[in-house]
């Protein structure tokens, strides 16, 4: 049954589009405009969108404006309050940062004065040249290297208290601790590297976007600058020269709020425009911030000129349900939005989430459409997997040919095959807000990684390619707009899309459940099994509250391919066979932007403790356990299980190391042992 499906999927697939009809598909793809995205783009790269800024602001407003130039429905700016104190759930608001002037310069004597030689930093004209949360300040002082300067080891035999250091480790955090707080230093020079990959280092002009602390105990400034420039200062402090920095900075944070805009496009069925298909970005980000991520808020603003207009013209229907789009403040905008009007929470099916899609070939990007954790099952990511295909299908045959039914390459941009990657989950974006199990809402992820530019002053607008602009609109858009339409009349089409994608899940369980018994871990291959069976059957299930009158069943679909394999498990005995429940507030994953809700209620010292934390697995970190651990304590799952569902997710860890975080959480009233 599943094979035979398989292949009838597979050859109508050659044929014609997925799940909607080509009308709808021809219309999308004729009037997504990649160049329109680059021409919005354009302008918000020239802003400096720091959460809470004034620039933010002006952000917010040319999106409802360009909102409301398309025709969207109630489009405005939301606001929230932002003074350091109040929550939103485990998120404590930042404060809002804006800047007005900062300048770094090196001094030199003339006439027996100190004048200005050479400026280091300039915010008018490079506003990334200046740490985010930087305070204002008048210094004129020596500068010191102090290697990495996060630990204390780095500043024996060194005198920096008054004097400006110079660090290769981002400024805040270890550094603006034990620099400025223990040590007194003034200031800090920060020439941290960008997020690894293999062009780490490559190009020594780039300066990285800086952060110091946005709750510091001695607020302080920090300067950024290339390690070319810093490798020169270095060599200069190594044959014992002297060098004096001047900084001025005219900065600071304030009370504030965070702007969230946001439009709709109106459901047309009045028994389903109340459930909302929501795509999702993020609006704040140094100047440039191209990709990251002006890409993913001008495509969602293309996709909904595009939706608008068509329907408009009665060019497709309008879908059946309200889509409704948002630009907020990264992960703390989408938390104030969802813990300030929580009415909106209920309503909301699903979330197409876009970070960082326009990457052309000079980024060295490569396109991901990323699955939900497995926490969370939902059939949102087979629907985004089918377009993502088609695309990948349809590019690659007109780059290789010249010839294809949809091209959907840009007048302005390149033709090469899109060849989007299919991958699992990875966090670090508003979709951890949505999937977290607060909410638990689906979401499709789209994404470029790596990016050699990320965080730069090289993220610009000139690297932006309207051709993947155009292909993430279309991927995106068509999965937003047909979860928007869709009803009993995509069941079977949508199933047959599932069951695809179990297959292509069952061959990735086979090769990880033999993995598992070559290296004499029968047992994990249990713990393997048990969790991937209930995440194909929930998955199926996800369908549910999209098509809510149809009769369920499984039909059979779910298969155990891993039978055969002489499983045994052990049964669960003592603090395995507890079951947690997670408490109603706060709302959010546990670790969010300048605030870690775990840390700051547990203490530092003990979370660094944990086991887990600091546990490496086969596809995630400890950071990913963490969030995965807290997401599948349902009320259902006992310890072991949720150990299990873990270690099926990114490969086993002991137990112990599981159950003791899920104590640390219960000592701070996150969770609570279900009685």
Same mark, same amino acid.
């Given at each position: 049954?599943?094979?035979?499906?398989?292949?009838?999927?597979?050859?109508?697939?050659?044929?014609?589009?997925?799940?909607?009809?080509?009308?709808?598909?021809?219309?999308?793809?004729?009037?997504?405009?990649?160049?329109?995205?680059?021409?919005?783009?354009?302008?918000?790269?020239?802003?400096?969108?720091?959460?809470?800024?004034?620039?933010?602001?002006?952000?917010?407003?040319?999106?409802?404006?360009?909102?409301?130039?398309?025709?969207?429905?109630?489009?405005?700016?939301?606001?929230?309050?932002?003074?350091?104190?109040?929550?939103?759930?485990?998120?404590?608001?930042?404060?809002?940062?804006?800047?007005?002037?900062?300048?770094?310069?090196?001094?030199?004597?003339?006439?027996?004065?100190?004048?200005?030689?050479?400026?280091?930093?300039?915010?008018?004209?490079?506003?990334?040249?200046?740490?985010?949360?930087?305070?204002?300040?008048?210094?004129?002082?020596?500068?010191?290297?102090?290697?990495?300067?996060?630990?204390?080891?780095?500043?024996?035999?060194?005198?920096?208290?008054?004097?400006?250091?110079?660090?290769?480790?981002?400024?805040?955090?270890?550094?603006?601790?034990?620099?400025?707080?223990?040590?007194?230093?003034?200031?800090?020079?920060?020439?941290?590297?960008?997020?690894?990959?293999?062009?780490?280092?490559?190009?020594?002009?780039?300066?990285?976007?800086?952060?110091?602390?946005?709750?510091?105990?001695?607020?302080?400034?920090?300067?950024?600058?290339?390690?070319?420039?810093?490798?020169?200062?270095?060599?200069?402090?190594?044959?014992?020269?002297?060098?004096?920095?001047?900084?001025?900075?005219?900065?600071?944070?304030?009370?504030?709020?965070?702007?969230?805009?946001?439009?709709?496009?109106?459901?047309?069925?009045?028994?389903?425009?109340?459930?909302?298909?929501?795509?999702?970005?993020?609006?704040?980000?140094?100047?440039?911030?191209?990709?990251?991520?002006?890409?993913?808020?001008?495509?969602?603003?293309?996709?909904?000129?595009?939706?608008?207009?068509?329907?408009?013209?009665?060019?497709?229907?309008?879908?059946?349900?309200?889509?409704?789009?948002?630009?907020? *403040?990264?992960?703390?905008?989408?938390? &104030? $939005? !969802?813990?300030?009007?929580? /009415?909106?929470? #209920?309503?909301?099916?699903?979330? @197409?989430?876009?970070?960082?899609?326009?990457?052309?070939?000079?980024?060295?990007?490569?396109?991901?459409?990323?699955?939900?954790?497995?926490?969370?099952?939902?059939?949102?990511?087979?629907?985004?997997?089918?377009?993502?295909?088609?695309?990948?299908?349809?590019?690659?045959?007109?780059?290789?040919?010249?010839?294809?039914?949809?091209?959907?390459? *840009?007048?302005?941009?390149?033709?090469? &095959? $899109? !060849?989007?990657?299919?991958? /699992?989950?990875? #966090?670090?974006?508003?979709?951890? @807000?949505?999937?977290?199990?607060?909410?638990?809402?689906?979401?499709?992820?789209?994404?470029?990684?790596?990016?050699?530019?990320?965080?730069?002053?090289?993220?610009?607008?000139?690297?932006?390619?309207?051709?993947?602009?155009?292909?993430?609109?279309?991927?995106?858009?068509?999965?937003?707009?047909?979860?928007?339409?869709?009803?009993?009349?995509?069941?079977?089409?949508?199933?047959?899309?599932?069951?695809?994608?179990?297959?292509?899940?069952?061959?990735?369980?086979?090769?990880?459940?033999?993995?598992?018994?070559?290296?004499?871990?029968?047992?994990?291959?249990?713990?393997?099994?048990?969790?991937?069976?209930?995440?194909?059957?929930?998955?199926?299930?996800?369908?549910?509250?999209?098509?809510?009158?149809?009769?369920?069943?499984?039909?059979?679909?779910?298969?155990?391919?891993?039978?055969?394999?002489?499983?045994?498990?052990?049964?669960?005995?003592?603090?395995?066979?507890?079951?947690?429940?997670?408490?109603?507030?706060?709302?959010?994953?546990?670790?969010?932007?300048?605030?870690?809700?775990?840390?700051?209620?547990?203490?530092?010292?003990?979370?660094?403790?944990?086991?887990?934390?600091?546990?490496?697995?086969?596809?995630?970190?400890?950071?990913?356990?963490?969030?995965?651990?807290?997401?599948?304590?349902?009320?259902?799952?006992?310890?072991?299980?949720?150990?299990?569902?873990?270690?099926?997710?990114?490969?086993?860890?002991?137990?112990?190391?599981?159950?003791?975080?899920?104590?640390?959480?219960?000592?701070?009233?996150?969770?609570?042992?279900?009685?």
């Amino acid at each position: 049954m599943i094979l035979q499906s398989f292949l009838v999927s597979v050859n109508a697939r050659a044929q014609q589009p997925p799940l909607l009809p080509e009308k709808t598909v021809s219309a999308l793809s004729q009037e997504l405009s990649g160049e329109t995205a680059k021409r919005n783009l354009e302008f918000l790269a020239r802003l400096h969108r720091q959460r809470g800024s004034r620039d933010f602001h002006t952000a917010a407003e040319f999106i409802v404006t360009r909102a409301r130039d398309y025709g969207l429905t109630d489009a405005h700016i939301e606001q929230f309050p932002a003074d350091g104190k109040i929550f939103y759930g485990t998120q404590r608001s930042r404060p809002a940062w804006d800047a007005d002037f900062a300048e770094l310069w090196e001094l030199g004597q003339k006439d027996g004065q100190w004048v200005p030689v050479e400026r280091l930093g300039d915010f008018q004209a490079m506003p990334v040249t200046l740490a985010e949360d930087s305070e204002s300040a008048d210094v004129t002082a020596d500068l010191i290297d102090v290697g990495s300067g996060t630990s204390e080891p780095d500043y024996a035999g060194k005198d920096v208290r008054g004097k400006i250091v110079l660090v290769s480790a981002q400024p805040g955090g270890e550094v603006e601790a034990l620099a400025v707080e223990k040590f007194g230093a003034a200031g800090i020079v920060s020439y941290v590297q960008n997020q690894p990959n293999a062009w780490q280092g490559e190009d020594d002009k780039l300066i990285r976007w800086g952060h110091l602390d946005s709750f510091p105990k001695t607020p302080t400034f920090a300067f950024m600058v290339s390690l070319r420039t810093a490798r020169a200062l270095r060599s200069r402090l190594s044959r014992g020269e002297a060098i004096r920095l001047h900084a001025v900075v005219k900065a600071g944070r304030h009370p504030g709020f965070y702007d969230v805009a946001t439009a709709v496009i109106p459901g047309a069925d009045p028994t389903l425009r109340s459930q909302e298909i929501v795509f999702s970005c993020h609006l704040d980000h140094e100047r440039p911030g191209a990709n990251d991520n002006a890409s993913g808020c001008v495509t969602i603003l293309e996709i909904a000129r595009t939706l608008q207009k068509l329907i408009a013209e009665d060019r497709i229907p309008r879908p059946a349900r309200t889509i409704r789009f948002v630009w907020p *403040a990264e992960v703390e905008g989408t938390l &104030a $939005l !969802l813990n300030g009007k929580p /009415e909106l929470v #209920p309503h909301i099916l699903a979330v @197409v989430h876009m970070d960082m899609v326009g990457g052309g070939e000079v980024t060295k990007s490569i396109f991901h459409v990323t699955r939900a954790p497995m926490s969370l099952p939902t059939f949102l990511n087979d629907v985004a997997e089918a377009f993502g295909e088609f695309v990948n299908e349809q590019s690659y045959e007109f780059a290789a040919t010249g010839k294809a039914a949809y091209p959907l390459v *840009a007048p302005e941009g390149s033709k090469q &095959a $899109l !060849l989007a990657q299919f991958s /699992e989950f990875t #966090p670090g974006s508003d979709h951890d @807000v949505y999937e977290c199990g607060s909410y638990r809402i689906p979401a499709i992820y789209l994404n470029d990684w790596p990016d050699r530019y990320i965080h730069t002053n090289f993220d610009a607008a000139a690297n932006i390619d309207p051709t993947k602009l155009l292909r993430a609109a279309f991927i995106g858009g068509a999965s937003g707009y047909f979860l928007a339409s869709m009803g009993e009349a995509e069941f079977e089409s949508v199933m047959s899309e599932i069951e695809i994608r179990h297959l292509q899940r069952s061959a990735t369980l086979l090769r990880r459940g033999y993995s598992l018994t070559a290296g004499n871990g029968v047992e994990e291959v249990g713990a393997l099994t048990q969790t991937t069976l209930l995440y194909e059957a929930q998955l199926i299930h996800s369908v549910e509250p999209f098509i809510p009158n149809r009769q369920w069943i499984d039909r059979g679909r779910v298969r155990n391919p891993l039978e055969g394999l002489g499983v045994v498990r052990k049964p669960p005995t003592g603090d395995a066979l507890l079951v947690f429940t997670r408490a109603v507030e706060p709302k959010g994953p546990l670790s969010v932007f300048g605030y870690d809700y775990f840390v700051d209620h547990y203490s530092a010292d003990r979370a660094r403790s944990l086991k887990v934390l600091g546990y490496e697995g086969l596809r995630g970190g400890g950071e990913d356990y963490a969030y995965e651990i807290l997401n599948f304590v349902d009320g259902k799952r006992n310890a072991q299980e949720v150990r299990d569902a873990v270690s099926a997710e990114y490969g086993p860890i002991p137990f112990d190391n599981v159950i003791e975080y899920l104590r640390a959480l219960e000592s701070i009233r996150i969770l609570q042992v279900k009685k």
